[in-house]
């Protein structure tokens, strides 16, 4: 099955700065990565996908990244602001006939600091 | 995005017990799946809730264990049978958007302490 590594575990920033996570998965048939973003005791969500047909994806200060060849796949965000502070978590899954299961990895705690 | 719910938010109950977790959808989606997320940890797949037939479950997990239910397509029960302080997670219900779409968007989540 997929697996999706998550580096690194942990990331503190200075305001204003640039954060950027990365992940690596197994399974080349992979087409669709999301990025997701949990506050403490708050439901994971969705801030961010990118298909395997696209090579990089921007919404505002965020941006993600897409290397199918070397299958790795990274999180960006400029300008670092405190309410960036969370643990994001990236996954990768497969197409629809396979019922889109997520695999997440291990997940990154950033902590922006004022 | 739909609007999820799960009953209840969180409970505690104690060793052996069983505890029937609540799904809610606010419109019909197709796909219905059940995480679960150990303290500090990430979040796992337990099973596809498939409308009309049995769940399918991931390497780990059994229907003996997390029974689930999906009898229409805005609702799914997950059950954590005969429970150990091992148990004790966060679980988490999961949709589709729905479509050719592929996003997944997460309820509230229960948070089961087991004693």
């Known amino acids: 099955g997929e697996n999706v590594e998550q580096h690194p575990s942990t990331l503190s920033v200075q305001e204003g700065d640039s954060a950027v996570i990365k992940c690596t998965y197994s399974d080349s048939a992979s087409n669709y990565f999301p990025w997701y973003k949990q506050e403490l005791g708050k439901r994971p969500q969705l801030i961010i996908d990118?298909?395997?047909?696209?090579g990089e994806k921007k919404d505002q200060r965020i941006a993600v990244t897409l290397n199918k060849t070397a299958k790795h796949f990274s999180l960006h965000i400029t300008e670092t602001q405190p309410e960036d502070s969370a643990v994001y978590f990236c996954?990768?899954?497969?197409?629809?006939?396979?019922?889109?299961?997520?695999?997440f990895g291990g997940g990154t705690r950033v902590l922006v600091k004022p | 995005s739909a609007v999820i719910s799960q009953k209840p938010s969180r409970d505690i109950c104690q060793r052996g017990t069983s505890l029937t977790i609540q799904c809610q959808v606010d419109s019909q989606v197709t796909m219905m799946f059940w995480y679960r997320q150990q303290p500090g940890q990430s979040l796992t797949l337990i099973a596809t809730a498939n409308q009309g037939s049995e769940a399918t479950y991931e390497s780990g997990f059994v229907i003996d264990k997390f029974p689930i239910s999906r009898p229409n397509l805005t609702f799914s029960t997950l059950t954590v049978s005969n429970m150990s302080p091992e148990d004790s997670s966060i679980y988490l219900c999961s949709v589709e958007g729905g479509g050719y779409r592929s996003e997944q968007y997460f309820g509230p989540g229960t948070r089961l302490t087991v004693t």
């Open positions: 996954a990768a899954s497969r197409t629809k006939a396979a019922g889109n299961k997520l695999t």
């Open positions: 990118i298909r395997s047909n696209v």
